[in-house]
């Protein structure tokens, strides 16, 4: 007698697609908190950085530490970008609520974000403005504020952001510039490099256009009155 064949059992599709996609959520959930925790001791790249390495593009970055990058741009920095760095939880509310109000009015929203919400979209984001990107930011800025001190966030901002084609970092961009140390920074000159974050293609600190050195000038009397911003940053040089 012929053994009666037995069928092989295989798992639907739909389940075994549905698995893969969960998996895949997964990975993409853990690994800006799996990277975040490195980060707190590795110097990382951004993800800016790694897009112009794969495509052939050169970089030039300098890492150094925070002690080593002049108050001056810190203070500079911070002011222009973040006042309230040392204050908030990674993301300010009543900027963010802000914004919502005026998207519900129907108006442009803009700014709101933090260096820590930059910082998290230069690490692990794309660069277009959209809301899914913003409503992504906020979570992982609340878990970087959680995990790092404000000491290591604005070191590693420092040394990744952006400040000209291939050029990132702080002493990167002091070097090419003004030719001298991130440390050696004149209030001038961090306030050049300051006010170019916003645009750091168009606008060039060692050449700045009239509009560029009038924001440079608002900026420094800005940080000259802005009280201890830094408070929170435990540098030697402070």
């Given amino acids: 007698m012929k053994k009666a064949r037995t069928k092989e059992k295989t798992e639907p599709i739909k389940p075994k697609i549905k698995r893969w996609v969960l998996r895949a959520l ?5 690994l800006p908190v799996v990277l975040t925790l490195l980060y707190t001791v590795v110097p ?26 002049s108050v001056n741009l810190q203070r500079a920095v911070v002011v222009s970008e973040d006042g309230g760095f040392c204050v908030h939880d990674g993301v300010d509310w009543p900027a963010v609520r802000g914004q919502v109000g005026n998207l519900l009015e129907g108006k442009r929203p803009r700014g709101a974000s933090t260096i820590t919400m930059q910082l998290a979209k230069n690490l692990f984001l794309w660069n277009d403005r959209d809301y899914v990107r913003k409503v992504v930011e906020i979570p992982l800025a609340m878990f970087m504020d959680l995990v790092m001190s404000k000491d290591r966030v604005l070191e590693i901002y420092l040394n990744v952001v952006e400040w000209g084609p291939g050029i990132y970092g702080a002493e990167a961009a002091s070097e090419t510039f003004f030719g001298k140390s991130a440390a050696n920074l004149s209030t001038t000159q961090a306030s050049l490099l ?9 606008r060039n600190p060692a050449k700045p256009s009239a509009g560029h050195r009038r924001l440079a000038s608002i900026n420094r009397s800005r940080a000259q009155v802005a009280g201890d911003v830094l408070s929170c940053i435990s540098a030697t040089d402070r």
């Avoid at 990382?44 to 990058?69: C, F, H, K, N």
């Avoid at 300051?194 to 168009?202: E, G, V, W």
């Fill in 44 to 69: 990382p790249y951004s993800s800016l950085m790694l897009a112009r390495v794969v495509t052939g593009q050169p970089v030039w970055r300098e890492w150094v530490p925070l002690d080593e990058i």
């Fill in 26 to 30: 997964g990975v993409i959930v853990a």
């Fill in 194 to 202: 300051a006010t170019a974050l916003p645009n750091p293609i168009a």
